[in-house]
């Protein structure tokens, strides 16, 4: 299988809109780069969308896909965000995480180094 990227990271929210800004500074701090970044809003009633837009209009030099959807819950959202996934890896970050600049880095190297990979 062919991917376009090497890890997808993947934010499920619900109004969450107040705290996602962390998140999204420490993902634009990555010293790795070859990632998108997912957000499924899983029917928020806040600013969750205003705000995400906002940063898909910032000249990052990675992609934002956002989807908002019916309510359903987490697990439906990250089986949502598998579905739409264009990345190798799965990395799934809940909006009130933040990432060390390094951490998708680190995250590349360890897998680089399971046995057996091919």
Do not use: H
Request: hydrophobic letters at 35%.
């Amino acid at each position: 299988m062919d991917f376009k990227y090497k890890i997808t990271l993947f934010t499920p929210t619900y109004n969450r809109g107040y705290i996602l800004d962390t998140l999204y500074r420490s993902i634009q701090r990555q010293t790795f780069r070859d990632f998108e970044w997912i957000i499924v809003d899983d029917g928020s009633t806040d600013n969750t969308e205003k705000i995400v837009r906002a940063w898909m209009n910032d000249d990052n030099d990675f992609p934002i896909r956002y989807y908002k959807k019916e309510n359903g819950g987490k697990c439906r959202a990250i089986n949502y965000g598998l579905d739409l996934a264009e990345g190798e890896l799965f990395f799934i970050m809940d909006s009130d995480d933040y990432l060390t600049d390094n951490s998708l880095e680190t995250v590349v190297y360890w897998e680089s180094t399971i046995a057996g990979k091919e």
